[in-house]
């Protein structure tokens, strides 16, 4: 079972930047991926970006060029770093793992982008 906790959510204004962290409870390398996933009001939960263990990175048509995901591996650590946000980009933002086809999620963090 992998615990994930995530933090750096907040409010910024459109245009700004803002990063997000996911501490898990295992060590990323032994997870398969791990991944950001976000839920706006009134929407579905969305995939917005994910890391391998290999290091492969994939993103959203809607957030590349402007999110990128990182991991601290010492740490056991993923990062989305947002910047040029906009208001749509408004959502809860929940890390994901996924280890031996289980997925993991953690309880989300808050982003609102205001106009």
């Known amino acids: 079972q992998v615990h994930l906790v995530e933090s750096g959510g907040g409010l910024v204004q459109a245009g700004g930047s803002l990063g997000l962290s996911c501490v898990a409870s295992a060590s990323v390398l032994r997870i398969n991926a791990m991944r950001w996933y976000r839920q706006g009001p009134g929407k579905q939960r969305e995939f917005v970006a994910g890391?391998?263990?290999?290091?492969?990175?994939t993103y959203a048509d809607f957030v590349k060029g402007r999110f990128i995901i990182s991991r601290d591996n010492a740490k056991n650590t993923v990062f989305l770093q947002m910047n040029s946000l906009k208001p749509e980009d408004t959502a809860v933002y929940h890390c994901?793992?996924?280890?031996?086809?289980?997925?993991?999620w953690g309880k989300g963090t808050l982003v609102t982008v205001s106009t």
């Open positions: 994901n793992a996924l280890l031996n086809g289980a997925n993991y």
């Open positions: 890391i391998a263990s290999g290091g492969f990175t």
